[in-house]
T-cell receptor, first 114, second 113 residues
């Protein structure tokens, strides 16, 4: 079955530690995205990538980093510089970056900073 | 910039009631419009979309029509079920090469038997 997988589902981290969230897709999509969701809020874009070895900052990139070494994978690192990292993180992918391209979402990772 | 405003929740309905969730937008150009649904503890699933004015998106009994004159994309369903209980997000896709989705804050729908 084609889809997007995110791991782990729940993640706990101590303050001051970096942590990496995994996102893999087997849809053969070129574009991938990371969003952050806070309670009662819509989704906010952290980073996106249109092709391998290229990515752009979204609206709230500070304190986050990404890489895109393979088409299928787009890991997100939450660094210690992120002031309020506790949130639900969603990865998405789309075939391209045209305005009609549909973004498909993974199941999400809930990160809690202790 | 682009923005999406959807009706504040929560919305509580009885089974078989009629549902409307309002969504209006501000955007330059001609965006695409989407409704996504999120069940508890899960990611978002695409419910329906419309890519140009007067298009009607539909899926699983839900419908929404892209109204350029009123900049709206209201979600409707004639008869809701308990299984429709979820958070619904309206979103728009901006044009150009820097494609991104702009989301509303979501509307929590609870359907009681």
């Amino acid at each position: 079955d084609g889809g997007i997988t995110q791991s782990p589902k729940y993640l706990f981290r101590k303050e001051g530690q970096n942590v990496t969230l995994s996102c893999e897709q087997n849809l053969n999509h070129d574009a991938m995205y990371w969003y952050r969701q806070d309670p009662g809020q819509g989704l906010r874009l952290i980073y996106y990538s249109q092709i391998v070895n290229d990515f752009q900052k979204g609206d709230i990139a500070e304190g986050y980093s990404v890489s895109r070494e393979k088409k299928e994978s787009f890991p997100l690192t939450v660094t210690s510089a992120q002031k309020n990292p506790t949130a639900f993180y969603l990865c998405a992918s789309s075939m391209g970056v045209g305005y009609t391209d549909t973004q498909y979402f993974g199941p999400g990772t809930r990160l809690t900073v202790l | 910039g682009n923005s999406v405003t959807q009706m504040e929740g929560p919305v509580t309905l009885s089974e078989e009631a009629f549902l409307t969730i309002n969504c209006t937008y501000t955007a330059t150009g001609y965006p695409s419009l989407f409704w996504y649904v999120q069940y508890p503890g899960e990611g978002l699933q695409l419910l329906l979309k419309a890519t140009k004015a007067d298009d009607k998106g539909s899926n699983k009994g839900f419908e929404a029509t892209y109204r350029k004159e009123t900049t709206s994309f209201h979600l409707e369903k004639g008869s809701v079920q308990v299984s429709d209980s979820a958070v619904y997000f309206c979103a728009l896709g901006s044009g150009g090469s820097n494609y991104k989705l702009t989301f509303g804050k979501g509307t929590l729908l609870t359907v009681n038997p």
